[in-house]
């Protein structure tokens, strides 16, 4: 017999909704973002978000049965993102899904969105079973994770300050690039020269596999508000392509220092940054190097998406996983 479950996510500013079958195959996969409206303001802004999955969520779900051709008897179980996020943003998620619940009878399931970035790789490759490496660079979040199974995760290495795509994103303004700016970077770095400026590798006091931007942000920052100042013209593609081969240089350095460090063979990449090219190419040439195995999600699941929810939401399920009506939002919250 085969487990449905319906996946709900909201924790950004896409509201999105997916049904899996056993995990790994998806009947549907519904995305509403939400880019376009925070572009005017250079970055998500929170009410903004709330209101918009309020009122999206309900075709959203509707629309993601009615592809996967299944009602709500259909379905084993509803799996839903309850952190971490904007807490506005989740609330909506999670007050639909226990609604939902409530009004069914299905079994309700609390999904880490982290969690549900990495799941977005068994999807890409059916073949990926725990243990692995996981790099996790999102908006968010930069983490080294080790899976030991599909539920249960130990964090090695995280940012001190600033997330990969965090960087991203405020380097790319600075640029004048819009926002969400680490796919303009990214777009822009294909023609420029990486080694046109130096930029520097910051230094990370304490555990060695942990990870720090903002001084790199911040070089980036003053490079261009300097040139401005001088009537120097900076050369945006050479400025990306240079950012963008350090971002990825420090990632896969620490990357393969942890894969060593534990003995993994088996290295995975997750979050919204995992569609930059220069990082995927970066950590494919250093798992080529040393025969590793790599597993990347398709760029489609790199940004945040109902799959993924529905994918880890089958593996939480199967592990007895479940939320009653007094689930509650959280806005911060530990993978581990
Ligand atoms: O995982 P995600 O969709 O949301 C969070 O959970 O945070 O990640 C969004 C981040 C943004 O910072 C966005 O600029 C970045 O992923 N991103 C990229 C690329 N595509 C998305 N960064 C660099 N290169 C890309 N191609
Ligand atoms: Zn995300």
Known sequence: MSVKILGIESSCDETAAAVSVDGR????????????????????????ASRRHCENILTTVEQALAKAECTLNDLDGI????A??????????????????????????P?????????????????????FLCLVVSGGHTMLVRVHDHTRFEVIGRTHDDAAGEAFDKCARVMGFPYPGGVHID???????????????????????????????????????????????????DLAASFQHTVSEILVSKCMLAAEMYGYKKIALAGGVSANSGVRSCLQTECEKRGYDLFMPHISLCGDNGSMIACQGYYEFMAGKRADIDLNAVA?????
């Open 79 to 82: 799996a839903v993102t309850y």
């Open 332 to 336: 911060t919250m530990s993978l581990e």
């Open 187 to 237: 777009k822009a770095a294909q023609s420029g020269d990486p080694h046109a400026y130096k930029l520097p590798i910051p230094k990370v006091t304490g555990c060695e596999l942990d990870f720090s931007f903002s001084g790199l942000k911040t070089a980036v920052i003053n490079l261009a508000h300097n040139s401005e100042q001088k009537g120097v013209e900076i050369n945006k593609n």
């Open 84 to 109: 971490p996020g904007l807490i506005g943003a989740l609330l909506v998620g999670t007050g639909f899904a226990k609604g939902l619940a409530m009004a069914s009878g299905l079994p309700l399931v």
């Open 111 to 131: 999904v880490h969105h982290i969690a549900g970035h990495i799941a977005s790789v068994y999807i890409t490759h059916p073949d990926l079973e725990p243990p």
């Open 25 to 48: 195959t998806i009947l549907s996969d519904i995305i509403y973002s939400q880019v376009e409206e925070h572009k005017k303001f250079g970055g998500v802004v929170p009410e903004i």
